[in-house]
């Protein structure tokens, strides 16, 4: 069954300028017939009216979005995981030089859970530093 035989023939009246418009465009989007560009125009309008009614996204401009979350979430990945590498060789490279027992551990943990959480995770070495240094004055 060819894609004609599920269409159903309409007569359109266009403006002088829509339709100079319509020659001028139809190939633009990739459309080979003037009729595709217009069914085009349709589904693209009535997705955006659904949009409004509805409160959801458009399909491509849905799909659009989903693509490029889909990119960051894979870059944010890799940068976690070269973070954990270097977080790692960090921690070993320090264990090696500094003994340390489960209790200061336990300590150390809570300390971090705490600070963490008070600068909603926007600690910085600077705010550390300040912190060591005000201790040693203290």
Known sequence: MSKT?????????????TEFRLERDYRLDGSRSKNEFIERAITHYQDLLEAEQNETLPTALQSAID???????????????????????????????????????RRLRSDSVRNVKATNGLLTFEQKAKEQDDVVEG
């Open 67 to 105: 693509g490029r979350l889909e990119m960051f979430e894979e870059r944010m990945a890799k940068l976690l995981y070269k973070l954990a590498v270097e977080m790692d060789m960090g921690l070993n490279a320090v264990l090696d030089c500094v003994q340390v027992d489960d209790d200061y551990l």
């Open 5 to 17: 035989e599920n269409t159903h023939k309409m007569t359109i009246r266009l403006s002088p300028l």
